[in-house]
């Protein structure tokens, strides 16, 4: 079983930075991909980012240049870096995991999730 918790949301102004952090609790956290999601009131769940256990990574368009992924294999953790921020990153932003070597785009191919952590930017 692998359980993730997210941390490190909060209220922000746009153009400011957050960086989320997803703890997981799993025996060979290296051997999962890992990735990011948000989901805004009303929308549905979108894919952020992802990365692989050799640290190949992946971004929505919406972020590329703004956000950064990466990965603790020492400390089972994942990171987000979320820098100039806009209101429209607003959402609540979860973490998952799947045991595969690649990166993972698909939020039904993901086995695990966190509770997630809210976001807010404000204009």
């Known amino acids: 079983q692998v359980q993730l918790v997210e941390s490190g949301g909060g209220l922000v102004q746009a153009g400011g930075s957050l960086r989320l952090s997803c703890a997981a609790s799993?025996?060979?956290?290296?051997?999962?991909?890992m990735g990011w999601f948000r989901q805004a009131p009303g929308k549905e769940r979108e894919f952020v980012a992802g990365i692989s256990w050799k640290s190949h990574t992946a971004y929505a368009d919406s972020v590329k240049g703004r956000f950064t992924i990466s990965r603790d294999n020492v400390k089972d953790t994942v990171y987000l870096q979320m820098n100039s921020l806009k209101p429209e990153d607003t959402a609540v932003y979860y973490c998952?995991?799947?045991?595969?070597?690649?990166?993972?785009?698909?939020?039904?191919?993901?086995?695990?999730w966190g509770r997630g952590t809210q976001v807010t930017v404000s204009s």
């Open positions: 799993v025996r060979t956290f290296s051997s999962y991909a």
């Open positions: 998952a995991a799947d045991l595969a070597p690649t990166v993972v785009i698909g939020t039904d191919e993901y086995d695990y």
